[in-house]
């Protein structure tokens, strides 16, 4: 079973481009996640979908950050534009979630984005 | 606002060795504490888990100790080998499956 993919893999951009991630997560999977990993911390939940609906996007900066996932499956985050700040490691992951059951995440191996 | 509280940071072991690993959280409402492991390069893998009811789980050299009245949690590596150099993180998850990330403690297993 392939598990999630993402590209790139590594992305090198002038402060104030635009940056987008693409996510396809496990066949099957209805619940999408985004996570920023900064260096030498713990992911942090930027947004997530149930199916197409984002149920929590608390912590997504809206100003310059948005996502999608079109028809419930793929998904595209983007940054307009970027900040330094924004250097990390961006994550998805995907989960099949069953009412009763633990919400076990599966993580891509991640896109990392250095902004000069 | 760090709900899960990580230590040591990072932690140098022998081959053979116990790696110790600690975590504190806040929010009794946390029904869900699993343990994932990262390589470099690599996106968090789910290790282990263990639910609020359960004091300890074990699966194979990994073992997670779960203290609910102290509100802390632990993982031990039994028999630490090289491969299990990577950077380990706790995390907590609330009943919408919202996980929380603690800062990680990077281990090093020496040959």
């Known amino acids: 079973e392939a598990g999630v993919v993402q590209s790139p893999r590594y992305k090198i951009i002038e402060k104030k481009q635009p940056v987008a991630f693409w996510c396809n997560p496990i066949s099957g999977h209805n619940t999408l996640y985004w996570y920023r990993q900064n260096l030498g911390q713990g992911p942090e939940l930027l947004i997530r979908?149930?199916?197409?609906?984002?149920?929590?996007d608390s912590q997504l900066p809206k100003d310059r950050f948005s996502a999608e996932r079109l028809k419930g499956v793929d998904s595209t985050l983007k940054i307009q534009p970027a900040e330094l700040g924004d250097s990390a490691v961006y994550l998805c992951?995907?989960?099949?979630?069953?009412?009763?059951?633990?919400?076990?995440?599966?993580f891509g191996p991640g896109t990392r984005l250095t902004v000069t | 606002q760090q709900q899960v509280k990580q230590s040591p940071q990072s932690l140098i072991v022998q081959k053979g060795g116990i790696s110790i690993i600690n975590c504190a959280y806040e929010?009794?409402?946390?029904?869900?504490f699993p343990w994932y492991q990262q390589f470099p390069g690599k996106g968090p893998a789910l290790l282990i888990a263990?639910?609020?009811?359960?004091s300890e789980k074990k699966e194979g050299r990994f073992t997670i100790s779960f203290n609910k009245s102290a509100k802390q949690f632990s993982l031990h590596i039994m028999d630490s080998q090289p491969g299990d150099s990577a950077t380990y993180f706790c995390?907590?998850?609330?009943?919408?499956?919202?996980?929380?990330f603690g800062a990680g403690t990077q281990v090093v297993v020496t040959p």
């Open positions: 929010n009794t409402a946390f029904d869900y």
């Open positions: 263990i639910r609020p009811d359960v």
């Open positions: 979908y149930e199916n197409e609906e984002a149920v929590d």
């Open positions: 992951a995907s989960s099949l979630d069953l009412v009763g059951q633990p919400y076990e995440q599966y």
């Open positions: 995390a907590t998850t609330d009943s919408w499956g919202k996980l929380q």
